[in-house]
């Protein structure tokens, strides 16, 4: 787990927490999800949790307001036009500022160096709430969701069907710290990148990679897909429309999954593109749950972070 120079933990990646430490935020989210009044309420009383937003965002933003909010903590939510990291201030000098005033800092970043040097300035936690490499608190949601699913995680098999990006990424060490089976099917020169499938398999995750969906699919028991096109890669639409139009998860794919397989999209989702809406709005979607368990499990991520040794 990532350290400052006063010892305190953060998360800019899945595999900054231990196998143990997902597993305790994965049972307590569940817990407080199931009998809200077992949320330690004043846990993050009188302390102010800040969050920097680069860019544009809602489950994100939303649901880590209410997570510092359900445990008696205010969220301090900045968006890029009043800091402009890197222009009117570093962010070295940023993450100082608010260190001085709150008890940890997220950030929704376009660059993963960013929150490096936040982390390095600082004694605080610092939590990736996205960034170019990574989206740790989604890969723990998507975690819960599929837990909720299945009751146990180990020895299942989950498809990714797309652009191996930040969301594959943390998706592929959540995983392999799971005991989750993870095969990802990208087209040529958009796989996940060799370095984290390394990482991963160093964790003992059992990882595939391959460039035939139909493959991919066959006999997982969850399928999960991203848009083709994130922000900031908004000149390569149309190309990519074009190199993904193949990897489209429709009815004719989830049938070659398991009978029972769910469906994942971090969302937003653009429909007609990645996902059909005769997918996404199916009795196969779990997405609007997988959506709810970004507060749940960031709530309890939290937890972990800021009052480490508080019983089960």
Not at 105 to 118: G, K, P, S, W, Y
Not at 132 to 143: F, R, T, V, Y
Request: hydrophobic content about 45%; charged content about 20%.
């Amino acid at each position: 787990m990532t350290a400052g120079p006063g010892g305190h933990r953060g998360v800019l990646e899945v595999d900054d927490l231990t196998s143990g430490q997902i597993t305790t935020v994965l049972d307590r989210a569940t817990a407080w999800k199931t009998d809200p009044g077992l949320v330690p309420a004043g846990v993050l009383s009188g302390r102010g949790i800040a969050a920097l937003f680069q860019k544009p965002s809602l489950r994100t933003r939303v649901s880590f307001e209410m997570a510092v909010a359900t445990l008696g903590g205010h969220p301090v939510s900045l968006r890029e036009q009043e800091v402009s990291l890197g222009a009117r201030e570093s962010a070295a000098d940023v993450a100082r500022t608010l260190a001085s005033y709150c008890t940890a800092i997220a950030a929704r970043v376009f660059d993963h160096a960013v929150l490096e040097t936040m982390q390095a300035a600082v004694s605080v936690p610092v939590v990736n709430l996205l960034s170019d490499q990574a989206h740790p608190c989604q890969a723990l949601a998507d975690l819960l969701t599929l837990r909720e699913s299945w009751g146990e995680l180990e020895g299942r098999r989950l498809a990714y069907v797309g652009d191996g990006n930040n969301v594959a990424a943390s998706l592929a060490l959540g995983a392999a710290m799971t005991g989750v089976e993870i095969v990802l099917a990208s087209p040529p020169g958009y796989e996940l990148p060799e370095v984290v499938v390394a990482r991963a398999r160093h964790l003992g995750g059992v990882v595939e990679l391959t460039s035939d969906p139909i493959e991919a699919v066959r006999d997982a028991h969850a399928v999960y897909t991203d848009v083709w096109t994130s922000m900031g890669q908004e000149s390569e639409h149309e190309h990519r429309l074009a190199v993904f139009d193949p990897y489209r998860v429709d009815i004719d794919l989830m049938a070659h999954a398991e009978p029972d397989a769910v469906f994942l999209h971090c969302l937003p989702a653009h429909r007609g593109e990645e996902v059909t809406d005769e997918v996404i709005d199916g009795p196969s979607s779990v997405v609007w749950n997988q959506a709810e368990n970004r507060m749940h499990a960031v709530r309890a991520l939290l937890v972990e972070l800021l009052d480490p040794q508080r019983p089960q």
